[in-house]
Antibody, heavy 121, light 108 residues
Framework: QVQLVESGGGVVQPGRSLRLSCAASGFTFSSDVLHWVRQAPGKGLEWVAIISYDGSNTYHADSVKGRFTISRDISKNTLYLQMNSLRAEDTAVYYC??????????????WGQGTLVTVSS | SYVLTQPPSVSVAPGKTARITCGGNDIGSKGVHWYQQKPGQAPVLVIYYDGDRPSGIPERLSGSNSGNTATLTISRVEAGDEADYYCQVWDSSSDHWVFGGGTKLTVL
């Protein structure tokens, strides 16, 4: 079955960088659209970024544009989120998720368990 | 940017019907997805493209979408339905996904 396992979270100082990883298995990684979604403590879901099946197209939320970059390594079946210039407001659980089909409008039918990022001095 | 508006909370007695709304400008022209999230767990897709149900989701959950409002309806509510529910759309004008603020469903 589909499995998504995030890693790389932790405590980081403001202004520093962190890279999250999401190891995928149980589906054809090179065929699916993938997303990052985050959730600040006690808050709602916030979409972060989307990447096309081949990595050629990416879109990022305005709140992270220019600081975060979504990417994928098909040879490693792994999705990444490079986070630079981190701010306190980036503190959240970060989920990777797979879209039901390979188009931007498709819903997210599989989610990882999430990894917590805490930005604090 | 596109905004989705949900009521913060909805309360319903067991066995009754809960309706959770999601408001947005001409949302009826977009495909709406709904997610259920229980405490400490990842979200789960419960309705997609306005009214389709993934396998394993009970028929008690249904969705509709027209005009400026999409609605998630949960019939014969059970204690296990207590959760946060989020609506979501793809905003093609900005190439961004948008989530509603979420609605906490409380079963009395």
């Amino acid at each position: 079955q589909v499995q998504l396992v995030e890693s790389g979270g932790g405590v980081v100082q403001p202004g520093r960088s962190l890279r999250l990883s999401c190891a995928a298995s149980g589906f054809t990684f090179s065929s699916d659209v993938l997303h990052w979604v985050r959730q600040a403590p006690g808050k709602g879901l916030e979409w972060v970024a989307i990447i096309s099946y081949d990595g050629s197209n990416t879109y990022h939320a305005d709140s992270v544009k220019g600081r975060f970059t979504i990417s994928r390594d098909i040879s490693k079946n792994t999705l990444y989120l490079q986070m630079n210039s981190l701010r306190a407001e980036d503190t959240a659980v970060y989920y990777c998720a797979r879209a039901l089909e390979g188009i931007a409008v498709a819903p997210l039918d599989s989610w990882g368990q999430g990894t917590l990022v805490t930005v604090s001095s | 940017s596109y905004v989705l508006t949900q009521p913060p909370s909805v309360s319903v007695a067991p066995g009754k019907t809960a309706r959770i709304t999601c408001g947005g400008n001409d949302i009826g022209s977009k495909g709406v997805h709904w997610y259920q999230q229980k405490p400490g767990q990842a979200p789960v897709l419960v309705i997609y493209y306005d009214g389709d149900r993934p396998s394993g989701i009970p028929e008690r959950l249904s969705g509709s979408n027209s005009g400026n409002t999409a609605t998630l309806t949960i019939s014969r509510v059970e204690a296990g339905d207590e959760a946060d529910y989020y609506c979501q759309v793809w905003d093609s004008s900005s190439d961004h996904w948008v989530f509603g603020g979420g609605t906490k469903l409380t079963v009395l």
